[in-house]
């Protein structure tokens, strides 16, 4: 019974690790009467094959150049106490056939909610502001909004900061060549990659979108973080956001991508 019970999350969640997947099976565990402790969940996937393995991989995305302008770091050494208060920007590649598309990701600092996204064919600007237009539409314009980043192109980029002053978020980077200044950001990308297979090879583009899509929605609303007292993103951010409820959605979504 139980192994059904834990075959059943890995088909939302198929490499999440086994003390956040106690967490999602103790409800239904003492609902049934059944008495398991995490260590002996533990040694359960054990004996079955069933403990995940992490596959470490790194494609350099992050191009920086001189002629656009640095921001300094207003982020790192804060402490953030709740939702809309800054945002955390990267971009991680995606595997499809013999070539790459990027996925382009804004997710909120404080419930770690990923509130804006976009799968691009290149590492242009135009996706960069895609993702970026979903996070407003998703969270409004919050006041005194950080908006964090490395210092790729993208991000320093007139048209993207552009948007940024407009709405009045504050631009913030990192220090070229510190792999920590934007550790939050691309802890989200690892999770994805890891926890929901985005780092396999996709054989079309639809593949990889609908792959992302299911990826974001199962981070979002379905995976429970420690750093949130073992609560979902959705969750945190829903109860604590001030943007009206009905102008915003559970779990943000790119239209349907075209072959390119």
Known sequence: MVLDMVREHRRVHPMMGSKKLYVLLKPDLERLGVKIGRDKLFDLLRS???????????????????RYSKYEDLFNGKAWTTVDRAWVSDITYIRVGDTFRYLFLITDAYS???????????????????????ALRQCGHPKGLIHHSDRGFQYCSIAYTAILKKVKIKSSMGEAGNCYDNAMAERVNGILKTEYLLDSTFK???????????????????RPHMSLGMKKPEEVHKRLSKFSTHKRKSSPRQKPVKAI
Do not use: C, P
Request: proline share 0%; hydrophobic share 45%; net charge positive.
């Open 48 to 66: 079955e094959g069933l403990l995940v393995k992490r596959k470490k991989k790194y494609v350099v995305t992050t191009q920086s150049f001189a």
């Open 112 to 134: 770690r909610k990923i509130v804006g996204w976009y799968l691009g064919h290149t590492l242009e600007t135009t996706w960069a502001v895609e993702a970026l237009k979903m």
């Open 204 to 222: 079309n583009l639809n593949d990889a979108y609908t792959a992302v899509r299911h990826a974001v929605w199962a981070y979002n609303e379905k």
